[in-house]
C-alpha cells in the first residue's frame, strides 16, 4: 500500500494524503466505499510495505481488515485475491484495489484475472439466499452467459439496469409496430407476403431496387405473417436481452447489424432474384454466436437444464428455418416475382459462429485488443466490399433476368 490514510466520512472517501501523482490523479473523483467502518485505518509502510513499493501482501490486508474490525465485499474480496495469484506475486497493489472497489477494470488488472488459476473458495453466487426479485434476475442472467465464477461474481456485483437492455427491446418495440401497421393496412396478419401492397413498402429489400442502400438493412421491419414474426421475436427477447445486458447494447449490436447486413447481402450474390424480409439474419447472428460459445465453455456453463435448452433453441430455429425454405419454393402470389428468400438464415449464422463467438467470448476484454476479431472483422469487411461490387456490376454481366419493381 501506498503511504496513505483512507477516511470514510458519510459514505464517501477522502482523498490519500501523500500518494504518487499516478495514482492520486486515477483516483481522483472515484466515489469508493471501502470499508463499512467509519475509522480512520492507518497504514504504516515500516509495518506493512517496508520496501516501499506500493504493494501489500494478501496475509497482511486480511490482518489490516480484521484488525480494524472493516468488512470487504466477500465478492470483491475474492476477486481481489484471484488478482494477486494472477499475478504470480501473492500481493495486492493499491490501483488494483482501487479500481476494483469502483468496479473499474484497467487493462492490466482485466488481463491478471483472466490469466489467473486460483480457484475461487467459498460459497458459489448460486447459493447465496435472500437476493430480490432484480439481484436473482442478474444472477439468472449471469449465469446463462459467463462460464466463470469470478467473472459471474463480478458482473452480479456491478451490474446496475442503467443503461437497461434497450437496443434489443427498440428493434423487437419497432418491428411489431411495423408488423401491425401493415397488418391493419392490408387487413392480413398471416401470410402479408402475399399481399399486392406487401413489396410495395419502403422497407423489404428488392433486387430491382437494391441502389437504395437502405433496404440492406430496413428489411427486417417486414415479416411474412405472424408466425414469422413470432418466432423471430421470441428468439431475439429470450436469447438477445441477456446477451445485452451482459454484453451492452454496443457488442451485441455490432453482432447483429453485421448478421442483418450479411443476410441481406448474402441473399444478393446467391439468390439474386429474390427479397428479402424478417430480422432472422440479426436474430441467427446473436442466437448461434451464443450457442457455439455455450459449447465451447460447456464444462463452465452451470445454467439450468443446458442441454434441453440448447435442443430447444435448435429446434425453433430449425422450424423457422424450414418455413423460410418452403415459403421459397411454394408457388409465388404474383409470378415473376419470387417469395423471400431463406439465404440471410445462413449470412446470420456465418456471421454468429465467426465474429459473434469473438466478441462474446470475453465479456469484458476490449474488442481493439483482440487480435482474432480484427482478423473476423477484415474477412467481413472483405465479404461486404466484394458483395457490394458484385451488386454494381454482376447482374448486368450476367443478364440477370430480374422480377418487375414492386
Not at 446463462?144 to 434497450?166: A, G, N, Q
Not at 443446458?306 to 430455429?317: G, N
Not at 474477412?379 to 448486368?396: H, K
Amino acid at each position: 500500500m501506498e503511504k496513505s490514510s483512507l477516511r470514510m466520512t458519510g459514505g464517501t472517501r477522502e482523498a490519500p494524503v501523500n500518494i504518487s501523482p499516478a495514482v492520486a490523479a486515477n483516483a481522483e473523483g472515484e466515489e469508493i466505499e471501502v470499508l463499512e467502518s467509519t475509522e480512520v485505518i492507518p497504514v504504516a509502510p515500516e509495518e506493512y510495505d517496508p520496501e516501499n513499493s506500493g504493494f501489500i501482501s494478501t496475509e497482511r490486508f486480511r490482518d489490516l481488515l480484521a484488525t480494524h474490525g472493516s468488512e470487504l465485499d466477500p465478492h470483491k474480496l475474492e476477486v481481489l485475491l484471484a488478482l494477486a495469484d494472477g499475478n504470480a506475486d501473492g500481493k495486492i497493489c493499491y490501483q488494483d484495489f482501487v479500481n476494483l472497489m469502483s468496479n473499474k477494470r484497467s487493462n492490466s488488472f482485466r488481463r491478471a484475472i483472466l490469466q489467473g488459476s486460483r480457484q475461487l473458495k467459498g460459497c458459489s453466487l448460486r447459493d447465496e439466499a435472500g437476493l430480490g426479485l432484480s439481484q436473482r434476475l442478474v444472477r439468472h442472467v449471469a449465469y446463462e452467459t459467463l462460464p466463470r465464477e469470478v467473472d459471474r461474481k463480478w458482473y452480479f456485483d456491478s451490474y446496475t439496469y442503467c443503461p437497461p437492455p434497450w437496443f434489443i427491446l427498440a428493434i423487437t418495440i419497432a418491428e411489431v409496430a411495423v408488423f401491425m401497421y401493415y397488418g391493419c393496412q392490408m387487413d392480413r396478419l398471416v401470410l402479408q407476403v402475399s399481399s399486392p401492397s406487401f413489396l410495395k413498402s419502403p422497407l423489404p429489400y428488392h433486387p430491382q431496387l437494391r441502389a437504395q442502400a437502405w433496404r440492406y438493412l430496413s428489411y427486417i421491419f417486414m415479416h411474412t405473417g405472424i408466425e414469422h414474426l413470432s418466432l423471430n421475436m421470441a428468439m431475439q427477447l429470450l436469447v438477445g436481452v441477456p446477451l445485452e445486458m451482459v454484453h451492452g447494447a454496443l457488442r451485441i449490436g455490432l453482432v447483429y447489424v453485421c448478421g442483418v447486413l450479411a443476410g441481406s447481402l448474402a441473399v444478393s450474390v446467391t439468390d439474386m432474384t429474390a427479397p428479402v424480409v424478417g430480422s432472422s439474419g440479426g436474430v441467427y447472428a446473436l442466437v448461434s454466436a451464443h450457442l457455439a460459445n455455450v459449447v465451447m465453455n460447456w464444462s463452465g456453463m452451470k445454467c439450468q437444464f443446458k442441454l434441453f435448452r440448447m435442443a430447444m433453441a435448435l429446434v425453433c430455429m430449425s422450424v423457422e428455418f424450414g418455413r423460410a425454405v418452403w415459403l421459397r419454393f411454394y408457388p409465388p402470389a404474383f409470378p415473376p416475382c419470387p417469395n423471400p428468400s431463406f439465404v440471410a438464415h445462413l449470412g446470420g449464422v456465418v456471421v454468429g459462429l465467426t465474429l459473434g463467438v469473438v466478441v462474446l467470448q470475453n465479456y469484458e476484454q476490449r474488442l481493439q485488443e483482440q487480435s482474432l476479431f480484427w482478423i473476423f472483422f477484415c474477412v467481413y469487411t472483405l465479404f461486404v466490399l466484394c458483395a457490394v461490387f458484385w451488386n454494381i456490376f454482376a447482374y448486368s454481366l450476367l443478364d440477370v433476368r430480374l422480377p418487375p419493381p414492386p
